[in-house]
């Protein structure tokens, strides 16, 4: 854009006063902070995030991270109509990203919160520094740091099966071990944090298991290393190798829906807390991408038809917390967020559940935000224009955000 041509569009936008260099204009600061949408439904619901997606500028070997691999796929190979030869059935409707790219989490999460989202549950690696762990644990911290900005929280679901590769590659000698360093880098890192997700005053901790630690006594002499009890909830029917240490359980993704009524008629109401689930979907690419068989079953997603109906079991059921599973898990087939292949239908049937005000216009402006972003990726006032596009936007002015962002998509 042409110097002068900008300084009329950040004139006429922003009330930004006119001066000689782009990197001289400062954008008016927007009162108070985040505000939270309005729903109509008052079930606390998360979305289940996977940190762990790389590109070839911010990998630690200069390759595309295995997420967007697995075994034998090549994103530099690309089809006719300019798409990445990626591990998964379906296309992210920004093609493959970076999971640490600002721009990426600004956009993921701006869709979150306009559909009614009210925080994230990250899978969480831990705090070893053996292969990819190291990048999984930085990208999920970049997202952690912007969460405050837009108004949302986050919990943690730990993988402890990484225990057993510090054990076979010589990191730690007993899996506790591991455990514990894990669990007091949570402690001292996560749950001080003001936005993560506390239920009656206690941090809620979710383990995808456990899967190699299996008896309580270990897992009790883990929570002794720190300070504040969390709330700690294992995958569901697996409570049993928390012990009492388990507070609940939380429902996954299986087959098809008979497990989850299950769940709800029967194991949630065994504990204090159970946590629910809804998904678009299941299908898997691990035959295809290399990494073995696959799951043997699939569920259709059938249009989004498959959330809405995991949507209204868990109403239905009158349940308190409901995970949705997932948010990028291009992998298996499980995600939400906006796709090639379903665009934004599948972010209308949450936004439809959760009862905000708001509709797909709204995520397709954030989508053409994100464009924005990366179409003026060098351009420094242009930037700023948009970041004041954000400020409106986590302020839930959308009028004012809008204008903006229309005006600048529609300079050649």
Known sequence: MKKTAFLSLALFITGLSACDKDDDIKPEPLPGGPVAVEKTDSTSIWVHYMPWFETPATSDNGAWGIHWTMANMNPENTDG?????????????????????KDVIEYHLLLMKYSGID????????????WDYPLNRRNAEAVIDMLNKVGLTYAVTY??????????????????????????????????????????????LMIFGPQHIQNESDWTTVLSAISETPLFLSLWYESGELG????????WVYENNTHIQNFYTSQAMKFDMA?????????????????????AWTIDHNNGLTLKETLEMAKNNNIDYLQLVTW?????????????????????KV??????????????????MYTLRKKYSEE????????????????????????IIDSLKAIP
Not at 169 to 195: P, R, T
């Open 81 to 101: 109509d300019g798409r990445r030869e990626i591990a998964s059935h379906y296309y992210p409707l920004i093609g493959p990203y970076a999971s640490t790219d």
């Open 119 to 130: 925080g994230l549950i990250i899978d969480w690696y831990g705090s070893s520094d053996l």
């Open 159 to 204: 993988e402890d099966f990484t225990l057993k590769s510090l054990i076979d590659n010589s990191l730690i000698d007993k899996a506790i071990d591991g455990a514990i360093d894990d669990f007091q880098y949570m402690e001292q890192n996560y749950f001080v944090d003001a936005h993560y997700i506390k239920i009656d005053n206690k941090p809620l």
């Open 244 to 251: 009492k240490n388990a507070a609940g359980e939380y429902s």
């Open 275 to 295: 946590v629910g689930s809804a998904y678009p979907g299941f299908r898997d690419y691990y035959a295809e991408g290399g990494w073995g068989l696959n799951m």
């Open 328 to 348: 990028n898990d291009f992998g298996e087939g499980t995600m939400i967020e906006p796709s090639v292949e379903f665009q934004f239908t599948l972010l209308e």
């Open 351 to 368: 936004q439809q559940y959760t009862g905000v005000i708001y509709s797909k216009t709204i995520l397709e402006k954030i989508f053409d």
């Open 380 to 403: 420094q006032g242009e930037q700023i224009i948009l970041d004041k596009a954000f400020d409106y936007l986590v302020s839930l002015q959308t009028d004012k955000a809008v204008h």
